[in-house]
């Protein structure tokens, strides 16, 4: 008999080749634009790179000096290939994590901000990995770094609809291919944080896995212009607040503290927590929000060290690495994810 409770699988992660240390992408913007951006940009930029919370980060490109001055249609193009490609790899670790077949999975949802082609990701990883023609496929654009935990939540109502079939959600960022450089403190933090990426996970009505105990929502529109993408003469340029730590701990606090409260839990209940990396200023500002210790962070900050944030798909990530040392069955893990809009996500989950 099939349990009526859906489960999602252990996450997976597809990640490019090229890594490159904080140090060498430094030397390489200051040769660039010293000369185009002000001395005190220069100053900022050495600040942000040589802060210790990020030591590397893997981009999807041949040579890193190639984004500087990308042509917008060849950006455009290896956003498509890389997005598609990596999104294609992130989904089949997971499937042969799990043992599924492309015959048993009845629907794909993929969710992106950093590029926008139409049709969608979802139907070039579909074909990449040999999916039924009649296979459900979604696309979700404009989430930002939170987007991975609404794909969840979509890709469990679909597993719903299909018992006994699984559904692949997967999240994947080029954050190289909205790489741009000026006067602005938003693009330079922005440069020294980024990196690319993709993770997946399945969702199905298996008892194995984690046990999706609940999920919440939390969407504050007032602080919109505080965090999201502008378009700028044809391209998109991140704009980030100063304000940001205090209300992404603010609202996504709020958030835990109704999701815990309404399914009879505390703080201390919770085992693992798998927090996203909005920086480090924003970590610090969540952890003590939520007055959390050290040892519940450890995760974050090592995916930020090792592979800066790459947005939706970070939070998948860190599960993954919560995994690898190990869930006891019946214990509890919260997902927390926050982005544009701002809007902050939260999952509840129980390991089998």
Known sequence: MRNNKIHMSSAARALPELELKQADAEALLKEHYTGRLR???????????????????????????????????????RFTACAAGLGA?????????TGLKAGEISALVVNTCTGYICPGLS?????????????????????????????????????????GSAVLSVAVEICSSVFEMGDDTSLIISNALF???????????????????????????????????????????????????????AEAGALVDELLKANGFAKGDIFRWAVHPGGENVIQAVQER???????????????????????????????????????????????????????????LRKK
């Not at 790899?89 to 994590?97: I, P, R």
């Not at 008892?207 to 609940?214: K, R």
């Not at 919440?216 to 704009?239: C, T, W």
């Open 39 to 77: 001395p005190g940009s220069l100053k900022l930029m050495e600040k942000v790179f040589t802060h210790p919370s990020v030591r590397t980060r893997r981009f999807a490109v041949e040579a890193p000096a190639s984004v500087l001055d990308e042509d917008p249609d060849k950006r455009a193009a």
């Open 89 to 97: 790899v992130a989904a089949s670790a997971v499937m042969e994590k």
């Open 123 to 163: 139907t070039y990883i579909a074909e990449r990995l040999g999916f039924d023609r009649a296979t459900k496929a979604y696309d979700l654009v404009g989430s930002g770094c939170g987007g991975a935990i609404p794909n969840i939540q979509l890709a469990a109502a679909l597993a719903k609809e299909r018992p």
């Open 195 to 249: 990196g690319d990426g993709a993770a997946a996970a399945a969702l199905w009505d298996r008892p194995s896995g984690f046990e999706l105990v609940d999920s919440m929502s939390r969407f504050a529109p007032q602080y919109r212009e505080d965090i999201r993408f502008v378009h700028k003469n044809g391209r998109l340029h991140n704009q980030l607040s100063a304000g940001l730590p205090a209300f992404a701990a």
């Open 290 to 348: 939520l007055g959390l210790g050290e040892e519940a962070m450890k995760y974050t900050r090592k995916v930020l060290s090792e592979l800066g944030n790459m947005s939706s798909p970070t939070v998948l990530v860190i599960l993954d690495e919560i995994e690898k040392e190990g869930v006891p069955p019946g214990a509890l893990v919260v997902m927390l994810a926050f982005g544009a809009g701002f809007a902050a996500h939260a999952l509840l």
